[in-house]
């Protein structure tokens, strides 16, 4: 095998990781933030615009109906006001007014003298009248403009009684549409209202009169009429196209974007940061299996070359010293194959160039055989072990090698990782339908948080107890991998300080199907 190259490995720590973390994090947070607090921002002044913006017209519609009112009335009143001009009685007058009264419920007359109790308002700078009925007869109230006789003084007011629901009903179109916009006299006239609906409610809170749909209440503004309006309010709402609603409706999407983006970036630095640690972590566990297969590599040559220097020069004094020293050759010899199958074997399953056999396996005869090549390994470290076969077990479906060889790493790590009490179990069984292998010792055990991590490629538990050992890291996740391969599993059952128990389940062999052995290329994780 070749020797690494001396290569010094600089890594990132912990800290640096953290540092790339928050360099980009507090970057994306502060822009996040900033983009949160612009967006509201913007939607909270469009919405304070919006709201300033209903509140004038909903005062200005008070003076809308005001005008519209005395529109109407100036409309209907030129018969009367030439009857008045000319001298005529009040009858006169009367009837002329009755002549133009189709938009009104009644015609009206007020002598001058009679005038108190009405009130008077200027609108666009011309007089209104207006009022309820003094003698109570009327419900509904009185508009009306001042009439002059022959020599300019003023005679009455004439006008009509009419009906301010109806009259609301009737032209809001029209004080919203053109009395409000057009009419440059009010603050220089309204430049649009088509985002706006307008409601008109009576004292009882009912709606009386609505121009177009309201869509977004947040906004919406209210005021009360005046004039021979008063018991009346408006209230002007943005519609659904309102650029408020529209900004509102942006708003949302905008922040759910923007909590997306957070998200997804903080997701995407946590997962790659992760996945560089891990690769990190990787690296530096492939360079301490080199630097273990190497010394596990040189220490039983080492202690061969030894043993055969010794033979060759005669330097033992008894026939039991130097069968001593044969027995250490064939023992080191024997953990320096394993060693060196499992290095191989773990690469070609890597590779999935491993093909597997599969066939009818007796695994009692695994059992057997393992033992035997093992007995001389157990003897001599003074184990105690017994070996558990059922008299019946149905064949298992199987690559007998790759078998064994699992079976033998199980019973390598049973040796290893036992102290004082040499004591192993070795069996195979029936178990949910599935053949199984198992090896049990009485060592050092594995702690629960580290019982999935063993079966990882270059894993070794951190304890000062498994330093004493010498291992790759690889037996187990090659053990992993080859009984995946095998549709099967493997199950750790351990305690620390009383010992560990490894179980291989295995399909059984499916002799109905009579299917001629399998083969199967071996693959990762399969
Ligand atoms: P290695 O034995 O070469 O280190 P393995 O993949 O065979 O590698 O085992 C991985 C780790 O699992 C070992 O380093 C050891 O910490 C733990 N382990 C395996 N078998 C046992 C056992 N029977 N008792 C206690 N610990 C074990």
Redesign the pocket.
């Given at each position: 095998m070749a020797l690494l190259p001396r290569t010094r490995l600089r890594f990132l720590g912990r800290g640096g990781l953290l540092l790339v973390g928050l360099a980009v994090a507090v970057p994306a947070l502060i822009l996040v933030l900033l983009g949160i607090g612009l967006t509201l921002r913007v939607a909270r002044e469009v919405r304070s615009e919006s709201a300033r913006y209903n509140a004038y017209v909903a005062d200005n519609v008070t003076e809308a109906f005001e005008h519209e009112l005395l529109d109407q009335v100036r409309d209907a009143i030129s018969p009367a006001e030439e009857v008045a001009r000319a001298g005529g009685t009040a009858d006169d007058i009367r009837r002329a007014l009755a002549s133009r009264a189709q938009r009104f419920e009644a015609p009206h007359f007020v002598p001058v003298d009679d005038l108190t109790g009405y009130s008077l308002v200027t609108v666009d700078l011309q007089l209104l009248v207006y009022g309820g009925d003094p003698t109570g007869a009327r419900e509904h109230p009185f508009a009306a403009v001042l009439l002059r006789g022959p020599t300019g003084e003023i005679v009455g007011a004439g006008g009509w009684w009419f009906n301010p629901r109806s009259f609301i009903a009737e032209h809001l179109s029209n004080v919203v549409q053109s009395q409000l916009v057009s009419n440059p006299r009010l603050y220089g006239g309204i430049s649009g209202t088509r985002n706006l609906a307008v409601q008109v409610f009576d004292a009882n809170g009912n709606e009386v009169a609505r121009m177009r749909e309201p869509g977004h209440t947040v906004t919406s503004r209210t005021a009360p009429l005046s004039g021979p309006f008063e018991t009346f309010r408006v209230r002007v709402t943005p519609t659904r196209d309102a650029p408020v609603v529209i900004t509102d409706r942006i708003m949302l999407v905008e922040l759910a974007f923007i909590v997306l983006l957070a998200a997804a970036l903080l997701a995407a630095t946590v997962v790659g940061l992760r996945h560089v640690r891990r690769q990190i972590q990787l690296v530096q566990t492939q360079a301490s299996f080199m630097a273990n297969v190497t010394h596990e590599l040189k220490t039983p040559i080492a202690v061969i070359r030894l043993a055969v220097e010794t033979l060759e020069m005669g330097r033992f004094r008894t026939e039991e010293e130097r069968d001593k020293y044969l027995r250490t050759i064939t023992k080191e010899a024997t953990r320096l194959s394993q060693l060196v199958d499992n290095v191989l074997d773990f690469s070609r399953m890597e590779s999935g160039a491993r093909t597997l056999r599969f066939a009818a396996v007796d695994l009692r005869d695994v059992v057997e055989s393992s033992m035997e090549s093992f007995r001389l390994r157990l003897e001599d470290e003074g184990f105690r072990w017994q070996v558990q076969l059922p008299d019946d077990l149905p064949p298992a479906r199987a690559d007998a090698t790759a078998i064994q060889h699992c079976l033998l790493?199980l019973l390598d790590?049973?040796v290893?990782?036992s102290r004082q009490r040499k004591e192993l179990r070795v069996g195979a069984g029936l178990r949910d339908g599935m053949v199984t292998l198992w090896v049990a010792?009485r060592?050092?055990?594995?702690d629960s948080a580290n019982q999935k991590r063993?079966f990882e490629k270059f894993?070794?538990?951190e304890t000062g107890l498994?330093h004493d050992?010498k291992?790759?890291?690889?037996?187990?996740?090659l053990v992993d991998q080859i009984i995946r391969a095998h549709h099967g599993r493997v199950e750790v059952e351990?305690q620390p300080g009383e010992g560990?128990m490894?179980t291989l389940l295995l399909p059984p062999w499916d002799a109905a199907s009579g299917s001629p052995p399998a083969e199967a290329r071996s693959a990762q994780g399969s």
């Amino acid at each position: 095998m070749a020797l690494l190259p001396r290569t010094r490995l600089r890594f990132l720590g912990r800290g640096g990781l953290l540092l790339v973390g928050l360099a980009v994090a507090v970057p994306a947070l502060i822009l996040v933030l900033l983009g949160i607090g612009l967006t509201l921002r913007v939607a909270r002044e469009v919405r304070s615009e919006s709201a300033r913006y209903n509140a004038y017209v909903a005062d200005n519609v008070t003076e809308a109906f005001e005008h519209e009112l005395l529109d109407q009335v100036r409309d209907a009143i030129s018969p009367a006001e030439e009857v008045a001009r000319a001298g005529g009685t009040a009858d006169d007058i009367r009837r002329a007014l009755a002549s133009r009264a189709q938009r009104f419920e009644a015609p009206h007359f007020v002598p001058v003298d009679d005038l108190t109790g009405y009130s008077l308002v200027t609108v666009d700078l011309q007089l209104l009248v207006y009022g309820g009925d003094p003698t109570g007869a009327r419900e509904h109230p009185f508009a009306a403009v001042l009439l002059r006789g022959p020599t300019g003084e003023i005679v009455g007011a004439g006008g009509w009684w009419f009906n301010p629901r109806s009259f609301i009903a009737e032209h809001l179109s029209n004080v919203v549409q053109s009395q409000l916009v057009s009419n440059p006299r009010l603050y220089g006239g309204i430049s649009g209202t088509r985002n706006l609906a307008v409601q008109v409610f009576d004292a009882n809170g009912n709606e009386v009169a609505r121009m177009r749909e309201p869509g977004h209440t947040v906004t919406s503004r209210t005021a009360p009429l005046s004039g021979p309006f008063e018991t009346f309010r408006v209230r002007v709402t943005p519609t659904r196209d309102a650029p408020v609603v529209i900004t509102d409706r942006i708003m949302l999407v905008e922040l759910a974007f923007i909590v997306l983006l957070a998200a997804a970036l903080l997701a995407a630095t946590v997962v790659g940061l992760r996945h560089v640690r891990r690769q990190i972590q990787l690296v530096q566990t492939q360079a301490s299996f080199m630097a273990n297969v190497t010394h596990e590599l040189k220490t039983p040559i080492a202690v061969i070359r030894l043993a055969v220097e010794t033979l060759e020069m005669g330097r033992f004094r008894t026939e039991e010293e130097r069968d001593k020293y044969l027995r250490t050759i064939t023992k080191e010899a024997t953990r320096l194959s394993q060693l060196v199958d499992n290095v191989l074997d773990f690469s070609r399953m890597e590779s999935g160039a491993r093909t597997l056999r599969f066939a009818a396996v007796d695994l009692r005869d695994v059992v057997e055989s393992s033992m035997e090549s093992f007995r001389l390994r157990l003897e001599d470290e003074g184990f105690r072990w017994q070996v558990q076969l059922p008299d019946d077990l149905p064949p298992a479906r199987a690559d007998a090698t790759a078998i064994q060889h699992c079976l033998l790493n199980l019973l390598d790590n049973a040796v290893k990782y036992s102290r004082q009490r040499k004591e192993l179990r070795v069996g195979a069984g029936l178990r949910d339908g599935m053949v199984t292998l198992w090896v049990a010792d009485r060592g050092i055990g594995i702690d629960s948080a580290n019982q999935k991590r063993i079966f990882e490629k270059f894993i070794r538990v951190e304890t000062g107890l498994v330093h004493d050992v010498k291992g790759a890291g690889l037996g187990l996740s090659l053990v992993d991998q080859i009984i995946r391969a095998h549709h099967g599993r493997v199950e750790v059952e351990s305690q620390p300080g009383e010992g560990s128990m490894f179980t291989l389940l295995l399909p059984p062999w499916d002799a109905a199907s009579g299917s001629p052995p399998a083969e199967a290329r071996s693959a990762q994780g399969s």
